[in-house]
């Protein structure tokens, strides 16, 4: 994790982008982070389900959110329309093993940042945080 102050907020001097990673899978949130923090990006938070995803998104305010979209205690779609709520404009990376057309469409309805398919590949991660 990245230096954090007493409230557990980046220190204005650390410029770096921001990200929470949500999923179900404790072992996937560890790795998904580690991987992003080699790319230069601070881990603000990390969650296990929809609900850790809204309220990580309302205390941390991170550029990107990067969430599963089938876990327990609230869906990926609820915490994407409720974080979207909060902020029309929050950058939503879904991660997910699930990938068809039908949801490819709903989550574009939603106005999601883009979408990865695991296994992870870093590249696409890379493209999608530098826009």
Do not use: C, W
């Not at 410029?15 to 790795?31: L, Q, W």
């Not at 327990?72 to 991660?95: M, T, Y």
Request: no cysteine; net charge negative; proline share 5%.
């Amino acid at each position: 994790m990245s230096p954090l102050n007493k409230n557990n907020i980046l220190k204005p001097n650390d410029m770096r982008k921001t990200a929470i990673v949500i999923d179900d899978d404790p072992d996937s949130v560890e790795i998904f982070s580690l991987l992003l923090e080699e790319q230069n990006i601070a881990i603000v938070g990390e969650g296990y389900n929809g609900r850790d995803a809204i309220r990580l998104y309302q205390e941390k305010q991170p550029d990107f959110v990067f969430l599963d979209l089938k876990m327990p205690d609230g869906s990926g779609f609820h915490a994407i329309r409720s974080i979207k709520k909060i902020n029309d404009l929050a950058k939503i990376v879904v991660v997910t093993a699930h990938s068809d057309y039908s949801t490819t469409k709903k989550l574009t309805d939603l106005g999601i940042h883009g979408v990865i398919t695991k296994p992870i590949e870093m590249n696409k991660i890379i493209n999608l945080v530098s826009q």
